[in-house]
Nanobody, 113 residues
């Protein structure tokens, strides 16, 4: 069973940057060949897809984060990253990574105005 762990969240001022990491130490072969996605969920709102990266590095982003967020993966480290720049208060949410049916526990990102 895959175990995904997100790190890197925190409190940042608007305009600042954070880099989230999603790592697994189980089911590494699955992690490396399937797409990995980042989702976020703000209080009282539905979980939304933020970005996805395929095993070959093809990326896709929600319109709300295009040009500001960058998803990347390092298969040698079994890690997927989400670089978040030019953060806005509306980016405040719990961020989750997902691979197939597996989810991490989430990491809180708070952007102050």
């Amino acid at each position: 069973q895959m175990h995904l762990v997100e790190t890197g969240g925190g409190l940042v001022q608007a305009g600042g940057s954070l880099r989230l990491s999603c790592r697994t130490d189980r089911s590494i072969s699955i992690f490396r060949i399937y797409p990995i996605s980042w989702y976020r969920q703000a209080p009282g709102q539905q979980r939304e897809l933020v970005a996805t990266i395929t095993s070959s590095g093809v990326t896709n982003y929600a319109d709300s984060v295009k040009g500001r967020f960058t998803i990347s993966r390092d298969n040698a480290k079994n890690t997927v990253y989400l670089q978040m720049d030019s953060l806005k208060p509306e980016d405040t949410a719990v961020y989750y990574c997902s691979c197939r049916a597996y989810w991490g526990q989430g990491t809180q990102v708070t952007v102050s105005s």
